[in-house]
């Protein structure tokens, strides 16, 4: 069933607890490098200010482990968040007590307040009860729209919202659930799924669910090796699941049953040092005998693969994108992630991009805004694609 988003609750002069993501990246200045997620949370605090809600954001940062670390301070986040509203945007560096409560009190209608990180306490990350009422205590309507953390049973993403009577979901939340779950239902087709990174055991479940509904596959990036290697492919000293060799050729059969496309690089691109500058050679056809040579290991998907992958690209009218073709952070490494990434942009499909790497990826070669939806989670956009009931989503009222 559906839930309630921030549009069905009453939040006029209530107070309205909402958990953003604020987990941004900071240098040693204490300067933020990347304001993505602040942005992303804008548009539910922009309505609740116009509904004349009284708005008390939380959010966690980093890992601080239950303990007070200056580093991880939300202070930059609310200077921030204020210089992007062009509006005042108040702080109070505890979550919880008296000091946190008295800042909530002297909060008027369209004020906003952001407290300390809440992982400063280990109760947090622990889900705990008492520690969950304490943050229930500053609302009287709770609003998640923290995607990147609804996988976790967290104390502020989820216990909280046993001790608030109205609970929705703001925008941010809704349009996740819009493409990766809703869009997927009954996806136009052809529907490819495109998944790279390092491992096989990170994206089984995704693999498994999608095989069901996918068209087809296309597999890159580190992961692709042991997919390679279970087929005998030599793969020299890439780095391989050996213990998923045998999953690997299950899925491959499985595909087969299924009818499912399961494209895997045709080549690669080879390396005998794994740094900036290093020598690089395009690998012959994969097949018997030919494949990553002994000693060297392979760090990207070669020209013949970017064909093949490209033709693949231009049929879709879907795609789902996870995860990058090779080590695309060193530029000699990242022109199979680049042609990948500029394809998918130029493929007219709906284009998601489920989190993680793959978001700094379409980023970084500039076609982010060419992508039909990019997802602000890494881990919650996978545990989502494979069907799984996040948490944080769960915890929310049912619509009436």
């Known amino acids: 069933m559906a839930k309630r988003t921030v549009r069905d609750l009453d939040v006029k002069g209530r107070r309205v607890l909402v958990r953003v993501d604020f987990n941004v990246p900071l240098d040693e200045a204490q300067a933020i490098t990347d304001d993505t997620r602040i942005r992303a949370a804008i548009p ?167 095989l069901e509904k996918a068209d087809s596959f296309i597999i890159g990036g580190a992961m692709a090796n042991t997919f390679l290697k279970a087929q005998g492919v030599p793969i020299g000293e890439s780095l391989v699941e050996d213990e998923k060799l045998d999953l690997a050729l299950e899925i491959l059969k499985q595909a087969e049953q299924q009818g499912v496309r399961f494209l895997l690089p045709a080549n690669g691109l080879e390396t005998d ?34 064909v093949e992958f490209k033709d693949e690209i231009a049929k879709a009218k879907t795609i789902v994108w996870n995860g990058p073709m090779g080590v695309f952070e060193i530029d000699e490494f990242a022109k199979g992630t680049e042609a990948i990434a500029r394809a998918v942009a130029a493929s007219g499909a709906t284009a998601i991009i489920g989190g993680g790497d793959s978001v700094t990826a379409v980023n970084k070669f500039g076609v982010a805004d060419q992508m039909t939806f990019i997802s602000t989670g890494g881990g919650a956009s996978l545990e989502l694609l494979e069907g799984k009931e996040l948490p944080g989503i769960a915890a929310l009222d049912e619509k009436g």
């Not at 008296?98 to 909530?104: D, Q």
């Not at 909280?160 to 109205?166: L, N, R, S, Y």
């Not at 020598?279 to 693969?305: H, L, M, N």
């Open 273 to 306: 040092e794994f740094k900036a500058g290093a020598a690089t050679r395009e690998t012959p056809r994969y097949g018997p005998g030919a494949g990553v040579s002994e000693g060297w290991q392979g760090i990207d998907i070669g020209q013949e693969a970017i």
């Open 44 to 210: 539910t605090i922009e309505y609740l200010v116009g509904e004349g809600a009284r708005v008390i954001l939380m959010s966690h940062l980093g890992r601080p482990k239950g303990e007070r670390k200056a580093e991880f301070s939300l202070k930059p986040a609310a200077e921030r968040l204020g210089a992007l509203l062009s509006a005042k945007v108040s702080f109070v560096d505890e979550c919880v007590g008296s000091k946190a409560a008295e800042a909530v009190g002297a909060l008027g209608e369209g004020e906003i307040l952001l407290l300390e990180n809440v992982r400063f306490h280990a109760e947090e990350t622990q889900n705990d009860a008492d520690f969950a009422k304490q943050l229930a205590a500053h609302g009287d309507v709770y609003v998640n729209d923290a995607f990147g953390t609804a996988h976790r049973a967290h104390a502020s993403t989820a216990g909280v919202a046993d001790h608030i009577g109205e609970c929705g979901m703001g925008f941010l939340m809704e349009r996740e659930l819009k493409y990766l779950r809703e869009e997927l239902e009954d996806p136009a087709r052809p529907f490819l799924v495109i998944l790279g990174g390092a491992k096989v055991s990170g994206k089984i479940d995704v693999i498994t669910a999608l």
